[in-house]
């Protein structure tokens, strides 16, 4: 007995014939099945590229602020050098103010502790030492200026360098040399 099918398919209602398929109606189940799964893992991927690709963006823009950053740390630490060499420059300002008034008070105290006749002429810092030279009217107050000198607390010791006496004049000059105290 053969059958015959009357009724009228939906592709040859369309196309005007009907069309076979290519797979096996046991096939398609199986098929469908994997087509199912593939749009399942598909849907999760399109997720994650737009995101991988959203970082990446994310990315090139850190990257972008990082490299202006980088110029702005360069400024930074120049002007912290620069800050460092003017807070140097400032500390051996004051350090020279502030011997400059040590100085004084030094020279001050060793023009009081000389006799009146005896007057100072040079004063040069040798290392620790200190050289004085000056001039007095009588050989005598040199001897007494070095006694003078000797007695003050911040010398260790007053030696006397040269004395020259002229005969022209009734000057004598001298040299002492002062040894601080360690």
Known sequence: MKRINYLI??????FGRALRFAVAPRLRP????????LASLSVPCCVEMTRLHHLEQTGVEYEMRLASA????RQVHGLEREVTRLRFMSDQLASVRRSGDVRANEIAALGNQLPEDVWLTALRKDGDAIDIEGGSGRLNTVAAALAALSRLPQYAEARL???????ARSEV?????LERRR
């Open 9 to 14: 398919t939906p592709t040859e209602r369309i």
């Open 30 to 37: 199986p098929l469908v099945a994997i087509a199912g799964a």
């Open 70 to 73: 980088a110029i702005d740390v």
């Open 161 to 167: 360098v040269a004395v020259h006496g002229e005969a």
């Open 173 to 177: 000059t001298y040299s002492i040399v």
